[in-house]
């Protein structure tokens, strides 16, 4: 089974140093649904790749300055960011004000050492304060299906 923690974010943005995708008690209006002490890298995860996903609102009068801040980070963290892979920024079918952020990691503690870093907490701050709620969750890729080759 895949490894997950979760945090939920109220409407307020975190403190200095905090971030989405963040988890832990330290965090205004932050829900750990890991539990405390919940373990990331466990044995078993050790080399596996990661599924950070973050489910956001943004407000519609906001959605132009949101998707500004997320391809200035986008582009910057693929250029050189240990262990990032992809990433995407998907809108709901359903509701315009719902957004989908997943990224895809060489490993959960690549994404955790690019979290905790001084340009992260810089360079998410202006897609941050366009979020009304913002919930995180991190997974271990247990397993996939695989790649098609090109015909």
Do not use: K, N
Request: charged share 25%; net charge neutral.
């Amino acid at each position: 089974m895949s490894e997950g923690g979760g945090r939920t974010v109220g409407t307020a943005p975190a403190g200095p140093g905090g971030g989405v995708g963040r988890t832990g008690a330290a965090d205004a209006g932050a829900r750990d649904t890991a539990g405390a002490g919940a373990a990331t890298g466990l044995a078993d995860a050790r080399g596996r790749r990661a599924r950070v996903v973050f489910l956001v609102r943004v407000p519609a009068s906001r959605t132009e300055a949101f998707l500004a801040a997320y391809e200035q980070i986008r582009h910057l963290v693929a250029g050189g960011v240990p262990g990032h892979l992809v990433d995407q920024v998907c809108r709901s079918s359903a509701d315009p004000e719902q957004w989908l952020i997943t990224s895809e990691w060489a490993s959960l503690a690549d994404f955790e050492a690019w979290e905790r870093s001084p340009e992260h907490r810089d360079l998410v701050r202006p897609m941050r304060e366009c979020f009304t709620d913002a919930r995180s969750l991190r997974f271990v890729v247990h397993a996939q299906t695989p790649t098609p080759t090109p015909a």
